[in-house]
């Protein structure tokens, strides 16, 4: 099951995109592998820390995140029922 990116950074689900920011930063530092040599679950907690940030600090990715959960990348790219939602990256929508 998919971590929720919200709980990863610690912040709440309205959270502004500064709160977002303090949060990686914070959690980044904590977990960084420089400071954690030889710590595999703190290089792991780093990866997800990475990968919540990456998607929450962009507005069209946290969007879609928030309306499809994890599954929101394979709705993005049309791999999931009812096809593309459109590119979820620039905003562009597919019309046929």
Do not use: C, W
């Amino acid at each position: 099951m998919e971590e929720d990116f919200y709980s990863v950074l610690k912040v709440s689900r309205d959270a502004s995109s500064e709160e977002i920011q303090k949060a990686y930063r914070k959690l980044a530092a904590k977990y960084h592998p420089d400071m954690n040599q030889g710590n595999k679950r703190a290089k792991e907690t780093f990866q997800k820390v990475q990968r919540a940030y990456e998607v929450l600090n962009d507005p069209a990715k946290r969007k879609l995140y928030d309306q499809y959960g994890s599954a929101f990348e394979a709705v993005a790219e049309g791999d999931a029922p009812g096809g593309p939602v459109g590119d979820a990256y620039s905003g562009k929508v597919e019309v046929e």
